[in-house]
């Protein structure tokens, strides 16, 4: 497949770009690899942005994701700063903001997300944030050293992430959800009651079920957030953290099908096959892929950066790898495996009390995923018995006695 392919092109040099680029190498690629991306920055990792980086941690260098001598050693040829504007399909070419044109024998589109915006009165004002890029942890960490009270839309990881460094630093901290529970597209109902509870315990207010509907203001001066219920909070800095969407306008500009992210089937490839998608910006659309949906995680967008790197050199293969996922909040590390929001089983072990139980979710009888709290051993295992397709069985991990370990030594020894 690889015999006449001399120039791949990469959108995107965050996660998922860099790790095709690298494991095109890896692969045997000889040609041409361009890496093109609209950020000033060296490629970077963003985990970290809600987390050792926000606390003032770690250092902006030792986020990158692969250090400039080990790209220039690959001959990895960085566009940065640079915005693709389109896609020339007929000719083949990558088009930028600036006038380039890059030739491609096989394009990679791995442009990410973006936050999601609120269209609520008030969101641009001063003192409202978001949190994706290493910009907005520049200027959040900026304005989180002066502010007294925080109020943070949005329940999921990174309002959450966002609200434990807030007390840490012992400021005031609202969270408002408007679900009825913390993370609850991701998470099992015992893991949102942990991290609720957590967070409550650790001072700060949670309140689920309520949308904000106003950032409130006098003289563009942010004053703090008015519920849908009329309910008035004060605040000083806004953090809104609701979600992101796909980068795929690209995409659909040059005709690509594009469904809530850049449709692939499960050998990562858009619907033109010179053309593939992974990381954030791309949905598993096709039969055969075991994961049917848009995952947001740095584990999915390097293992599709490996595997389209594969498909292109070697030949096209089912994208399989089990997802997995973690958050950090206070002293607590969540890490999950599978996906669970099918689950009709759960089976919890260890004690939430304690700070240290897994949750351990079925679906009609078969192993699904797992959420662990503190408890790294019990996702190691899992993310094995995931990958191995181990028959885990629910009525036998039930029993109070049995640990995860010895569920899957009786599942491989029959
Ligand atoms: P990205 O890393 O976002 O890279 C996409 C790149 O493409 C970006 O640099 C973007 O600017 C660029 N781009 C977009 N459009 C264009 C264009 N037109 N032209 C040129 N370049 C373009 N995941 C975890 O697994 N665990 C965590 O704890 C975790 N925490 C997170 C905390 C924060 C604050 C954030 C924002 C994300 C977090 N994530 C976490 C998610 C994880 O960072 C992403 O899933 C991962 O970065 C996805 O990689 P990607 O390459 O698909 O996209």
Redesign the pocket.
């Known amino acids: 497949m690889s015999t006449e392919i001399e120039r791949i092109v990469i959108?995107?040099?965050?996660?998922?770009?860099v790790q095709a680029a690298l494991s095109l190498r890896i692969e045997g690629f000889a040609g041409k690899i361009a890496l093109?991306?609209?950020?000033a920055f060296l490629p970077y990792q963003?985990?970290p942005?809600?987390k050792a980086y926000l606390k003032g941690s770690v250092t902006c260098d030792a986020l990158q994701i692969a250090k400039p001598a080990l790209l220039a050693e690959r001959n990895i040829d960085l566009h940065l700063g640079e915005?693709?504007s389109g896609i020339d399909r007929e000719k083949k070419c990558l088009l930028l903001a600036q006038g380039k044109a890059l030739p491609y024998d096989r394009l990679i589109l791995?442009?990410?997300?973006r936050s999601r915006p609120l269209s609520i009165p008030g969101a641009n004002l001063p003192g409202v944030v978001m949190?994706?890029t290493v910009t907005d942890a520049d200027r959040l960490a900026r304005l989180l050293g002066g502010a007294r009270q925080i109020a943070i839309i949005g329940g999921g990881?990174?309002g959450l992430e966002f609200a434990a460094v807030a007390r840490e630093l012992d400021k005031q901290v609202i969270v408002i959800e408007a679900s009825s529970r913390v993370m609850m597209r991701a998470v099992s109902p015992e893991i949102s009651n942990f991290f609720e509870k957590t967070h409550r315990d650790k001072g700060a207010t949670v309140i689920c079920n309520e949308g904000v509907s106003e950032i409130v203001s006098e003289n563009n001066q942010l004053k703090g957030i008015r519920l849908a219920s009329g309910k008035e909070f004060p605040a000083d800095l806004v953090m809104i953290g609701v979600g992101a969407l796909p980068?795929c306008g690209?995409a659909e500009a040059a005709g690509l099908a594009v469904e809530d992210g850049i449709l692939v089937n499960d050998a990562l490839q858009t619907s033109d096959p010179h053309i593939f998608a992974i990381?954030?910006?791309c949905r598993v659309g096709a039969d055969g892929g075991r994961y049917l949906t848009r995952i947001?995680?740095?584990?999915n967008?390097t293992d599709q950066g490996r595997h389209a790197a594969y498909v292109i050199m070697k030949a096209p293969s089912p994208y399989k790898a089990v997802p997995w996922?973690?958050?950090d909040q206070y002293e607590y590390k969540l890490q999950m495996a599978g996906l669970i929001f099918e689950a009709d089983t759960q089976i919890i072990k260890g004690s939430p009390a304690d700070g240290k139980f897994s949750v351990f979710s079925f679906k009609s009888g078969v192993f699904i995923g797992s959420e662990s709290v503190n408890s790294p051993l019990d996702h190691v295992l899992t993310r094995k018995a995931l990958n191995e397709n181990i028959a885990l069985s629910p009525d036998y991990l039930s029993d109070a006695t049995v640990s995860i370990k010895q569920a899957i030594e009786a599942a491989t020894a029959t």
């Open positions: 959108a995107g040099a965050g996660q998922a770009g093109v991306g609209d950020e963003r985990p942005l809600s915005a693709v791995a442009t990410g997300t949190l994706r990881f990174i980068n690209i990381g954030d910006c947001e995680s740095v584990q967008a996922f973690w958050s």
